[in-house]
């Protein structure tokens, strides 16, 4: 049987982050993932600096031979109709890609890891726990992203009750030809908003990568959405015609409607696993860090005692950090002249420079106005 201070069951960012905490501060640490790094994930690869300011990233190790695309300027609007183009004097977020970036953060973390073996059952042990009959920690890590499998042990019903984001993206390399019919620039994602105001699709060029994808808030016809926008986007000239036509598809949760249960004894919920992305723009990296940031904190002050009552801290600490969650409670829904009213107001909104500029890429897309958490 192997034993550690810290089991965590996933190696994404989350993880990786919280490891990178608990090594420095001396604790024995394992990463469990079903997967071999480096893998891809299901992800449109944009960072803000505030990510790169946590992570201490040290920018010019990085860009070492991997992908990190400063951005400065957007392109917003709602699909098919006025584009609005918003600039900066600097780069206000960075594209990378995930294949490169989580492989980066888990060999960085200097953390133990078993690599390629899923976590199959969870087993109480005295005091701690046993994981896939041959793992012993006092405290297990719930990192595996939205269907981790941890969050089921904490009561989550994966998939069934929860209101999740769905969403479908490709990335790819372009060929020489694709790169001549791609008129995306490097440095400047576009957004479009869907009509409904229930999702928006993106664009984004990260050097001869091309990232194209689109989230709503329900998975309806989520295939149709997809192949309109990507149809649109052709018609303008915008994006290859003969771009990949399998898309993977993905879920989470946004942070003030997930209702999981995040603490227990010996467990704790991170990142995509406790639902944490941020409810305009979907960005998940961000909360993803920050909240093994805020787990390191009480982990550590609790001195290696792992009752729940120990770890409750770290609740109210994403609650000052994220804001309060709805527990499950539906938001008011708006009646139907209300939903035109809003619909008609955001078209108008989303058509003007201000509007674009200071709510929809400063606040929505950038969160500039939460300083970055120290790490
Ligand atoms: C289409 C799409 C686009 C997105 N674009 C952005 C973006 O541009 N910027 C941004 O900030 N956020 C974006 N997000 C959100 C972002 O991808 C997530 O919030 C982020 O990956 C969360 O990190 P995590 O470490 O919590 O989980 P993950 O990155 O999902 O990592 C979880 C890890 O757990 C492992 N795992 C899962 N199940 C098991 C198991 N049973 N056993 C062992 N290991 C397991 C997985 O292999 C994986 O390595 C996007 C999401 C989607 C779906």
Redesign the pocket.
Known sequence: MESCDVLI???????STLAWKLRTAGLDVLI????TFP?D???????TPAVVETLKLDTADYARGRVFQPIRRFVTGIIGGKEVHTGYDAPVSYGIRRFEF?DYLLQRCGARVALG???KNLKHDGDGWVVNDKLRAPLVIG???????VARYLGANLGADEQIVA???IEFEMSAAQQLACNVAEDRPELYFCDDLKGYGWIFRKGNFLNI?L?REDNHKLAEHVSSFCDGLKQRGRIPSDIPTKFHG???LLYPLAPRQLVDDGLLL????AGL?YPQS???????IESAILAADTILAARGNSRRAQLEPYVAQLTARFGKRLHGEAPPIPGRFAQQLKQTLANWLLRREWFARHVVIDRWFLHRQQPPLPG
């Open positions: 069951v996933g190696g994404g960012p989350a993880g469990l993932d079903k997967k893998r994930k299901t992800c449109a690869g944009w960072i989580d073996e899923p976590f990192a595996g992203g939205h269907f981790c499998p969403a479908q993206e994808g989230g993905h879920a989470y991170i990142g995509d696993a992305a979907g960005e998940g990296i961000r909360p993803a």
